[in-house]
């Protein structure tokens, strides 16, 4: 069965540092998402992007993040000056239709110090 | 405020009962409503969807309730097994028409198999 695949697992930045997590959606879909879950919270969307572009974003997403796909397979969300409260677990998640069911990633936990 | 939560952070429940774990949700016009599983170290994993024009969908073992009128859903799981221990997360869509929609979280229910 597809599956999303993100990629490090686990990312350990110092605060201030840039960090870029990578995503590599479901082939055939066409909605990509990025989540986080600090430890023991709830998930918490961050942004959805379609067609090249942000479709949603969240408050959290603020303009330290940003999203991008560089190419036909990858999707990545870069933290341009980490916070220690960025500290969590980013889940990138795809879809293949508007209103389908998200298809989620095992997320890459991030450590910020 | 609104919200999509869980009646239960936890649930214990003896190797092959039934369990039902339950959730509210305050925004009258979602319209979708998903159930995920997460097990320890991985992502949610989609378990089974409704849609506000239904009231009951049934998967393998599983079945969605919806009660509009009480803003109420509920996921069964039948003879529940050891595989089914893990945080149980209900999620409602609360963009419906308008535009790609995200997701509201509930808190989560942890679901123990007790032996």
């Known amino acids: 069965e597809p599956e999303v695949t993100q990629t490090p697992s686990h990312q350990v930045t110092q605060m201030g540092q840039e960090v870029i997590l990578r995503c590599v959606p479901i082939?055939?879909?066409?909605?990509f998402y990025w989540y986080r879950q600090i430890l023991g919270q709830k998930v918490e969307f961050l942004v959805s992007?379609?067609?090249?572009?942000?479709?949603?974003k969240s408050e959290i997403f603020d303009d330290q993040f940003s999203v991008e796909r560089p190419d036909g397979s990858n999707f990545t969300l870069k933290i341009r000056s980490t916070k220690l409260e960025d500290s969590a677990m980013y889940f990138c998640?795809?879809?293949?239709?508007?209103?389908?069911?998200?298809?989620f990633g095992n997320g890459t936990r991030l450590t910020v110090t | 405020g609104e919200s999509v939560g869980l009646h239960l952070p936890t649930l214990s429940v003896q190797e092959g009962d039934n369990s039902i774990i339950n959730c509210a949700y305050s925004n009258s016009a979602s319209d979708y409503f998903i159930w995920y599983k997460q097990e320890s170290g991985k992502g949610p994993q989609f378990i089974i969807d409704i849609r506000s024009n239904m009231d009951k969908r049934q998967g393998q073992r599983v079945t969605v309730l919806l009660n509009k009128t009480v803003k109420h859903l509920s996921l069964q799981i039948a003879a529940t097994q050891p595989g089914d221990s893990a945080v149980y997360f209900c999620?409602?869509?609360?963009?419906?028409?308008?535009?790609?929609?995200?997701?509201?979280w509930g808190a989560g229910t942890k679901l123990i198999i007790k032996p």
């Open positions: 992007f379609y067609n090249n572009e942000i479709s949603e």
């Open positions: 998640a795809s879809s293949g239709t508007i209103s389908g069911a998200l298809h």
């Open positions: 999620a409602e869509n609360r963009n419906p028409m308008d535009s790609n929609y995200q997701l509201i």
């Open positions: 082939s055939n879909h066409l909605y």
